[in-house]
């Protein structure tokens, strides 16, 4: 009999979906990636076809099995990790989406939100489900949808629609309709989900107007979700690991201690501290939200979400063509000696923490006739830095514990330029693991650890190593000089005064 020593991670990304083998010591054996079409309808409205991420999943993860030359009978099981807050309904007897997914940079119930904030909302919210009123979240976006699709509200409490976030729709599609679930941290993205009593809440479920009959079921990260259905690879393969693509990267980059953190540079940066078993109230407006749960024991995170962080490089590149390739950006930030005062606010889809203004938009400040290429690169990469230090600054206000270093990940941590600058400004190291594709590693750990492959958290963390370590080497002066600039233009970008 064939031993199924493999397992097989899907990302799906806010803007590319990845699949990759991993073999039985956690390494990469293949790859495969594509990146598919963002819609945006209106101004601050973000769209994707469910069914081109389906099509891009299937593909990916048949290309990545035969690039390794694997049956599918030599995978373990697959694990599934996701743009998070992103929402889909589907039709439960068709399978088919009743309207585009709604993106978790889209913007379109920002007035909701501020309803909601007016009418007291945010205690209640804040305390069940470790989140802010945000459009962000899925909840409002689900009740959106049921309110523009006509019909759709009638249907949903007829029972006949579902939701999910990305996750929960794959595994759908993967298991040909038979099961609806998801994973703890997805569930804790909604804004319905009580993360201390580990259960879908109806009291904020009625605040939002979902019924509850459209929500999935709820599991561990590390759990055996089903099996895929005849036909879709050459013999099925049971999906056993879930979880949101931050906390999958927090996981594969084996932050397992309270105190350990990571950022991880994508479209948005999102820096996440393990709290341990404490789900840790912050002051200053980051999230609590699970990290993973293994054998129905919850471990907590506090995050920082940053919605922009690659996707200001994307839009030099795609948007107004000032790059080729996404990492030019390192060699432009190298050949000007600083920006020359240009600040990027990369508030495109509003600023999240610790601002949450969804009303803000970009900014570009500072330009003037000796303003190039070069320093708009190097300000787009610069954002991110502040944005992290904002991040970092507004934890230790909280008191939260610390870490003496810093472990970074996603396809913009290959920047060099960018890991320095971070270390510059965070005066800590910053610690680049061997593996980028870190994210992915947390799906196949949790799917690994569900069937066997690894038996606990030790195995896992001892496949972890560091490829390159950043250490800080600006002057205090310069560095002051420059955030002080940041702080000014942020200021300057609100949509009300701070
Ligand atoms: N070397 C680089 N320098 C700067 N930005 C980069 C670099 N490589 C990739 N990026 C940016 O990182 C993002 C891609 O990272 P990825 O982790 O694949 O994102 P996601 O999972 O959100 O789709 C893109 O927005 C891209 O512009
Ligand atoms: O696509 P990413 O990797 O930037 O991640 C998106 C986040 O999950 C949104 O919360």
């Given at each position: 009999m064939t031993q199924a020593t493999h397992l097989l991670a899907i990302d799906q990304g806010t803007t590319s979906t990845r699949a990759i083998v991993f073999n039985g010591q956690a390494r990469p054996v293949a790859t495969a990636q594509a990146e598919f079409a963002q819609h945006y309808p209106q101004p601050g409205w973000v769209e994707h076809d469910p069914e081109d991420i389906w099509r891009d999943v299937l593909g990916t993860a048949r290309e990545a099995l035969a690039k390794a030359g694997l049956s599918a009978r030599q995978v373990a099981a697959i694990g599934i990790t996701n743009q998070r807050e992103t929402?889909?309904?589907?039709?439960?007897?068709?399978?088919?989406?009743?309207?585009?997914?709604?993106?978790?940079?889209?913007?379109?119930?920002?007035?909701?939100?501020?309803?909601?904030?007016?009418?007291?909302?945010?205690?209640?919210?804040?305390?069940?489900?470790?989140?802010?009123?945000?459009?962000?979240?899925?909840?409002?976006?689900?009740?959106?949808?049921?309110?523009?699709?006509?019909?759709?509200?009638?249907?949903?409490?007829?029972?006949?629609?579902?939701?999910?976030?990305?996750?929960?729709?794959?595994?759908?599609?993967?298991?040909?309709?038979?099961v609806h679930?998801?994973?703890?941290?997805?569930?804790?993205?909604?804004?319905?989900?009580?993360?201390?009593?580990?259960?879908?809440?109806?009291?904020?479920?009625?605040?939002?107007?979902?019924?509850?009959?459209?929500?999935p079921q709820v599991h561990d990260n590390a759990h055996e979700f089903g099996t895929t259905a005849p036909g879709l690879f050459d013999a099925p393969i049971p999906i056993a690991g879930m979880a949101g693509d931050q906390q999958a990267a927090l996981f594969g980059q084996a932050c397992f201690g309270a105190g350990e953190a990571k950022s991880t540079y994508g479209t948005g940066c999102f820096m996440l501290l393990n709290t341990g078993e404490t789900a840790f109230t912050s002051h200053n407006r980051l999230l609590t939200t699970p990290a993973y749960r293994l054998g129905g024991r919850m471990t907590y995170a506090l995050e920082g979400s940053i919605f922009v962080a690659g996707a200001a490089v994307k839009w030099l590149r795609d948007g107004i063509g000032v790059i080729t390739h996404a990492r030019d950006t390192d060699d432009m930030a190298t050949q000007v000696p600083d920006s020359h005062g240009v600040y990027m606010v990369p508030a495109f889809a509003g600023l999240g923490a610790p601002h949450w203004d969804p009303d803000a938009r970009g900014?570009?400040?500072?330009?003037?006739?000796?303003?190039?290429?070069?320093?708009?690169?190097?300000?787009?990469?610069?954002?991110?830095?502040?944005?992290?230090?904002?991040?970092?600054?507004?934890?230790?206000?909280?008191?939260?514990?610390?870490?003496?270093?810093?472990?970074?990940?996603?396809?913009?941590?290959?920047?060099?330029?960018?890991?320095?600058?971070?270390?510059?400004?965070?005066?800590?190291?910053?610690?680049?693991?061997?593996?980028?594709?870190?994210?992915?590693l947390g799906a196949a750990f949790f799917a690994g650890l569900a069937t066997g492959v690894w038996s606990g958290l030790d195995d896992l963390a001892a496949t972890w190593t560091c490829s390159r370590r950043f250490v800080p080497v600006m002057d205090a002066a310069k560095r002051q000089g420059l955030v002080a600039g940041w702080h000014d233009a942020v200021s300057r970008t609100l949509s009300r005064p701070a």
């Open positions: 929402a889909v309904i589907w039709d439960r007897a068709t399978g088919e989406p009743i309207h585009r997914a709604i993106v978790w940079q889209d913007r379109r119930t920002a007035d909701v939100c501020q309803a909601l904030k007016s009418d007291g909302a945010e205690p209640l919210v804040g305390a069940r489900t470790g989140l802010l009123i945000d459009p962000y979240f899925s909840g409002t976006k689900v009740a959106w949808m049921l309110d523009h699709v006509p019909g759709a509200r009638a249907r949903a409490e007829r029972g006949e629609l579902a939701f999910g976030t990305i996750d929960s729709f794959l595994l759908w599609r993967f298991t040909g309709g038979r679930a998801t994973d703890v941290t997805n569930a804790g993205r909604t804004m319905l989900y009580d993360i201390h009593r580990q259960c879908w809440d109806e009291d904020l479920c009625r605040l939002l107007r979902v019924p509850l009959q459209i929500l900014a570009i400040f500072g330009l003037t006739l000796g303003s190039t290429q070069a320093h708009l690169a190097r300000a787009a990469l610069e954002a991110v830095g502040y944005q992290t230090l904002d991040l970092a600054r507004t934890m230790e206000a909280d008191g939260a514990r610390y870490p003496a270093a810093l472990r970074v990940d996603g396809g913009m941590a290959a920047n060099d330029w960018l890991c320095q600058f971070l270390a510059d400004l965070l005066e800590t190291t910053v610690e680049r693991p061997a593996h980028l594709e870190t994210t992915a």
